[in-house]
């Protein structure tokens, strides 16, 4: 069993930043895929970044430019830097992982961006 747990949600004004951290319960050398994915009311889940051991690292079209995914292997940690937030970036993030093709969700992060 893995267990993934998000932090770093909070308020924020529009234009400024956050990072997000997920820790993860095993060594993140063992996991194969790792994401950043968000849902904001009303709206389906959507994947915001991706670190794939096959294909690297992938943004959405929106993020591009403002948010940074990154990895530390000694804290087993999955970060999310967010820059240049915007109102539209409001959502509950969520960290995902995969291990030997299971999937594993933590609870989520709230993120509020006023304008």
């Known amino acids: 069993q893995v267990q993934v747990v998000e932090s770093g949600g909070g308020l924020v004004q529009a234009g400024g930043s956050l990072r997000l951290s997920c820790v993860v319960s095993?060594?993140?050398?063992?996991?194969?895929?790792m994401g950043w994915y968000r849902q904001a009311p009303g709206k389906q889940r959507e994947l915001v970044a991706r670190?794939?051991?096959?294909?690297?690292?992938n943004y959405a079209e929106s993020v591009k430019g403002r948010f940074t995914i990154s990895r530390d292997y000694t804290k087993n940690t999955v970060y999310l830097q967010m820059n240049s937030l915007t109102p539209n970036d409001t959502a509950m993030y969520y960290c995902?992982?995969?291990?030997?093709?299971?999937?594993?969700w933590g609870q989520g992060t709230q993120v509020t961006v006023s304008s």
């Open positions: 670190i794939a051991r096959d294909v690297g690292t």
């Open positions: 095993v060594s993140i050398f063992s996991i194969n895929y």
């Open positions: 995902y992982v995969e291990r030997g093709g299971v999937p594993y």
